[in-house]
């Protein structure tokens, strides 16, 4: 009789150390996950937090001729931009557009300014550009022509 207690005993034993296990186990592959979740949000913020761009455009005089509007876009951020991942709307228009950095650098860094051009068709009147980076930073231009 004395045996079969503690056979039961350990029965319970050996299935409480296993659902602690299996528990433990569970926390620790959400604590990784969580703690993974967090390094990808602070990468994001700190590149969002070292970004910025402006139009340095003149909204009364934007220069759109034969159909073709050209903007200029300043880096302003503390750091290099890729500009192959910029997203430009005109009038909530999606549009197609060549860029060329002015001045001798190969790289978007701050202080150097992008012209952008692209073919659309605008009437005379208000207009509004809109650029937005790869990391969701963006700069808005109200324009008249």
Request: hydrophobic share 45%; aromatic share 8%; no cysteine.
């Amino acid at each position: 009789m004395a045996s079969d207690a503690s056979v039961t005993q350990m029965i319970f034993f050996i299935a409480s150390i296993l659902v602690a296990v299996s528990i433990a186990g569970t926390i620790i592959a959400i604590t990784g996950l969580m703690a993974d979740e967090m390094k990808t949000k602070a990468n994001t913020a700190v590149s969002e937090m070292g970004s910025s761009i402006v139009f340095a455009n003149d909204p009364r005089h934007v220069p759109y001729e034969d159909g073709v509007i050209t903007l200029y876009i300043k880096n302003t951020g503390e750091v290099a931009q890729s500009y192959n991942n910029l997203i430009l709307f005109i009038d909530g228009q999606y549009v197609e557009f060549d860029a060329d950095l002015i001045g001798s650098s190969n790289n978007w860094v701050t202080g150097e300014v992008l012209e952008v051009t692209a073919t659309i068709v605008l009437e005379e009147g208000d207009h509004t550009a809109k650029a937005i980076l790869g990391n969701g930073v963006s700069d808005t231009l109200d324009f008249r022509l």
